[in-house]
């Protein structure tokens, strides 16, 4: 059996390792499986997928290819890179592109919304409406705190899998000159 033990993360703060479902055995392997199908909640008792969102994130990821109209490079000028609201969200990185060209913006969105896909669409919507392609690698949670100027990135996305953290802590700290990001891959 293996036991909790104490890591660092790449914030140098130490955190509590639990063994993994796979280290647990079959019965927690089966209960993890479970969760992913979205039968359960998160830690504040809210939706985290469920088929119908799994379906709407695909979706969107193959309708944020298709464009009407080409946009040159200067129309990922309109788009900030960072959009992090404060409190705690779900978020998405989406890679932003014009057709055609080598051009290319990383945006970072977070916001209301029961799934990750309710806080892409706006911005992929908007992307397509300029003529841009976007692409959505992954997601997770952002706790933004103005009072503490903290910003903590965790977590991942069930319909668009994870976020590269590190990639959205450099965002942030772009952003948010004089805020303490942080990052972890663990928590929901």
């Known amino acids: 059996r293996t036991r909790p033990r104490l890591v660092r993360t790449r914030s140098s703060v130490a955190r509590l390792a639990l063994p993994s479902a796979a280290q647990r055995g079959p019965?927690?392997?089966?209960?993890?499986?479970?969760g992913a199908r979205g039968s359960m909640g998160?830690?504040?008792?809210?939706?985290?997928?469920?088929?119908?969102?799994?379906?709407?994130?695909?979706?969107?990821?193959?309708?944020?290819?298709?464009?009407?109209?080409?946009?040159t490079s200067d129309a990922l000028d309109a788009f900030d890179a960072v959009d992090v609201r404060?409190?705690?969200?779900?978020y998405v990185l989406i890679n932003a592109s014009a057709p055609g060209s080598a051009a290319r913006k990383v945006?970072?969105?977070s916001g209301?919304?029961?799934y990750h896909v309710e806080v892409a669409t706006p911005t992929?919507?908007?992307?397509?409406?300029?003529?841009?392609l976007s692409e959505i690698p992954g997601g997770g949670r952002i706790a933004r705190d103005d009072a503490a100027k903290t910003i903590s990135i965790f977590g991942f996305s069930y319909g668009f899998g994870k976020g590269d953290h590190a990639l959205a802590?450099?965002?942030c700290r772009?952003?948010?000159?004089?805020?303490?990001?942080?990052w972890t891959d663990d928590g929901y």
């Open 86 to 90: 404060s409190g705690t969200y779900k």
């Open 27 to 34: 019965a927690a392997r089966r209960s993890a499986r479970k």
């Open 124 to 132: 992929v919507e908007a992307l397509k409406s300029a003529g841009l």
């Open 169 to 171: 802590a450099e965002l």
């Open 107 to 109: 945006l970072l969105r």
């Open 42 to 71: 998160d830690a504040h008792g809210t939706p985290t997928t469920n088929d119908e969102d799994q379906a709407r994130a695909a979706a969107l990821r193959a309708d944020a290819q298709q464009v009407t109209s080409a946009a």
């Open 174 to 182: 772009g952003a948010f000159p004089g805020y303490e990001v942080t």
């Open 112 to 114: 209301p919304g029961g």
